[in-house]
């Protein structure tokens, strides 16, 4: 009897380190998953990404001109209170905080662009909402005071056309700087309303087109060929190489069936004609563009995918995909190393989402399979030490 007793204590000792050896097990899997899949995969893919090299002029002092690294991306659609349900803003909004806060860290980009459509819903949200969805922007990209931030309006942050009102971009430009023309380090950046650019005279429009056309002037009277002229007398010089246009809206192009890599738009999608004013500016208005300001590169968002596009007169356009899981399983953005003659871009890409999913069913398997395997386990032990009692009280 007492050896009985002795052997079940024994199995109950065994049964309870094993449990406890389940739960150490269970904590470290769940542990070092959310760890790897939140926190430490954003370092491990974008530590891959580096900053692309670009030919610099020697000035005449012997001194290199100065390179200005940039970072542009697109499209993080912030959802709002609307269509934006509470779990779809945790994951996709978490993605975005991580990469972009990891890319601040690892890459220190000296600015960086955002090429529209930051929130989802800016077009009808109400005075709180907006409220609300600007603090949320504000905590998820935040800046250090070495980094500045430019923005250009999209569609979704003042609404269509047919939808955007004076007050919606005041609102807009209240807390994002109206700033059309930038320029540092010898690098001039025109940034566009491209929803305004309708061509039908509305008064936002036609105040859109003067602005440009001041701007165009401007950049004219920087390049060396007029300086001496009458009409570029007074005001300040800008640096005299040809800008970097920056908008929401694409350039005219017909579609997306040119466009090639991982992150073009799907061969479904490939071959819709884009419609003019809504997918992509009007031939008219992107002749307008290219013909006032001369841009030596454009830079847009909208599509939310990937698209390499050389424009008459040799303007090249790269259409960037949007930086969010929720418009596209492997987000990216571009870096950029420019200086006031030349450029180079490279893109860097995000965990794919796909990747952080799998990870999280193959953990779950794992521990599915490790709670049976103990389940089994301790059956097993608890049928031996009954037929042991069994047999003891037989005798």
């Known amino acids: 009897m007492a050896v009985v007793r002795w052997e079940l204590r ?159 971009i005041k609102r807009f430009e209240k807390v994002f700087n109206s700033e059309r023309l930038f320029s540092w380090k010898g690098v001039n950046f025109v940034m566009v309303n491209s929803v305004a650019m309708e061509g039908d005279g509305c008064s936002i429009c036609s105040e859109a087109e003067a602005e440009l056309l001041e701007i165009s002037h401007k950049l004219n009277c920087s390049r060396k060929q007029v300086q001496g002229s009458s009409h570029c007398e ?39 004609p884009f419609k003019e004013k809504y997918d992509v500016l009007s031939r008219e208005a992107s002749q307008k563009l290219l013909w006032w300001l001369q841009p030596r590169l454009v830079l847009s968002g909208h599509t939310h995918s990937a698209c390499e596009v050389l424009h008459p007169g040799g303007a090249p356009e790269v259409s960037i995909p949007s930086f969010s899981w929720r418009n596209r399983n492997n987000p990216s953005f571009i870096m950029g ?20 999913l799998t990870t999280y069913c193959a953990a779950a398997g794992f521990l599915v399979i490790l709670i049976l395997a103990h389940f089994e386990f301790s059956a097993s032990s608890f049928l031996f030490g009954w037929k042991q009692r069994r047999m003891h009280m037989t005798r």
């Not at 190393?337 to 952080?356: G, M, Q, R």
């Open 234 to 272: 007074g005001g300040q010089r800008l640096p005299s190489s040809a800008p970097v246009l920056l908008q929401h809206y694409p350039l005219y192009r017909p579609s997306d069936a040119n466009c090639s890599g991982e992150d073009a738009a799907p061969p479904e999608e490939k071959n819709i």
């Open 10 to 168: 024994r199995q109950n000792f065994y049964l309870l380190k094993r449990k406890s050896s389940l739960l150490l097990k269970f904590t470290v899997v769940v542990f070092s998953v959310l760890l790897f899949c939140e926190f430490l995969i954003y370092y491990l893919v974008i530590f891959q990404c580096h900053w692309p090299k670009v030919k610099r002029l020697a000035h005449d002092h012997g001194e290199q001109e100065p390179v200005l690294k940039a970072m542009f991306l697109a499209d993080t659609h912030l959802l709002g209170e609307i269509r934006g349900h509470w779990l779809d803003r945790l994951r996709r909004e978490w993605q975005m905080e991580r990469a972009f806060q990891t890319a601040l860290w690892l890459l220190q980009p000296e600015v960086v662009f955002i090429l529209g459509d930051i929130f989802d819903e800016g077009k009808w949200s109400s005075a709180k909402a907006w409220e609300d969805d600007v603090q949320r922007f504000q905590k998820m990209f935040r800046l250090t005071s070495t980094v500045q931030l430019k923005v250009v309006v999209g569609n979704h942050d003042i609404g269509f056309h047919y939808q955007m009102s004076k007050y919606r």
């Open 337 to 356: 190393s420019l200086t006031s003659t030349d450029y180079a871009l490279s893109k860097c890409y995000l965990p794919f989402e796909c990747t952080v």
